[in-house]
């Protein structure tokens, strides 16, 4: 059992996280885990964060997010690749940002815990069966799209009731999606083939860190 940490802030955005989350029994190593700001989240907040309007919480990142998955598919559909790939990259990158903005501001909600992931669930599997399918085939989709249902079913059963921040071999696994889907966006764009293998190889490796992570999930 691991001993519970008394805060040393009384006030400000980091106490009211703080309660907001003990409210939600994430203590211990999962609170640690789930607030701790990564290299990445200071390098968006020294750059890209400072450029936003405080107004722009996580949560509407992440709505954003939701939005925009039927105008990318709609886009990509129409013949519109350019458009459809330049708002996926955006959407991609909201998946970076809301994280960083809910750790580095202590504006971590449940609502930003559950509805992230599915988020990102939705756009890459949506783009996968639309254009990971045209171009590289069933196989490498139907991987992608199943283990991402295998852990979205694994996170329901297993945690029924309980919140469950992802992991950082999950987070990797999202990165690799991201960065394979879009070469086989630009190779939509630009039919250069080593784009499309890049796409084909980076996502093989997604694939390894997706199973990857149902082995953590099984352990915890």
Same mark, same amino acid.
């Given at each position: 059992?691991?001993?519970?940490?008394?805060?040393?802030?009384?006030?400000g955005p980091q106490a009211l996280q703080w309660k907001r989350l003990k409210r939600l029994k994430l203590e211990?190593?999962?609170?640690?885990?789930?607030?701790?700001?990564?290299?990445?989240?200071?390098?968006?907040?020294?750059?890209?964060?400072?450029?936003?309007?405080?107004?722009?919480?996580?949560?509407?990142?992440?709505?954003?997010?939701?939005?925009?998955?039927?105008? #990318? &598919?709609?886009?990509?559909? /129409? $013949?519109?690749?350019?458009?459809?790939? !330049?708002?996926?990259?955006?959407?991609? =990158?909201?998946?970076?940002?809301?994280?960083?903005?809910?750790?580095?501001?202590?504006?971590?909600?449940?609502?930003?815990?559950?509805?992230?992931?599915?988020?990102?669930?939705?756009?890459?599997?949506?783009?996968?069966?639309?254009?990971?399918?045209?171009?590289?085939?069933?196989?490498?989709?139907?991987?992608?799209?199943?283990?991402?249902?295998?852990?979205?079913?694994?996170?329901?059963?297993?945690?029924?009731?309980?919140?469950?921040?992802?992991?950082?071999?999950?987070?990797?696994?999202? #990165? &690799?999606?991201?960065?394979? /889907? $879009?070469?086989?966006?630009?190779?939509? !764009?630009?039919?250069?083939?080593?784009? =499309?293998?890049?796409?084909?190889?980076?996502?093989?490796?997604?694939?390894?860190?997706?199973?990857?992570?149902?082995?953590?999930?099984?352990?915890?």
């Amino acid at each position: 059992m691991s001993e519970e940490i008394t805060p040393t802030f009384t006030s400000g955005p980091q106490a009211l996280q703080w309660k907001r989350l003990k409210r939600l029994k994430l203590e211990g190593a999962r609170l640690d885990y789930l607030t701790h700001v990564t290299i990445f989240d200071r390098f968006f907040a020294a750059t890209i964060l400072p450029l936003l309007p405080r107004s722009l919480s996580p949560n509407r990142i992440t709505i954003f997010r939701f939005i925009s998955i039927p105008i #990318i &598919l709609f886009l990509l559909i /129409v $013949g519109y690749n350019i458009a459809g790939t !330049i708002l996926f990259v955006f959407a991609a =990158l909201s998946d970076a940002l809301d994280g960083a903005v809910a750790r580095t501001q202590h504006r971590i909600t449940k609502w930003g815990i559950v509805a992230d992931p599915i988020a990102d669930k939705l756009l890459i599997g949506s783009v996968s069966l639309l254009v990971v399918m045209k171009y590289l085939g069933w196989h490498i989709t139907f991987a992608i799209v199943a283990i991402e249902l295998v852990l979205a079913g694994s996170a329901y059963f297993r945690y029924s009731g309980k919140l469950m921040p992802a992991k950082t071999i999950g987070k990797l696994k999202m #990165i &690799l999606q991201c960065v394979g /889907v $879009g070469f086989v966006l630009l190779y939509g !764009i630009v039919p250069n083939p080593v784009f =499309l293998l890049l796409g084909q190889y980076i996502l093989y490796l997604a694939i390894v860190f997706g199973l990857g992570s149902l082995f953590v999930y099984r352990s915890i």
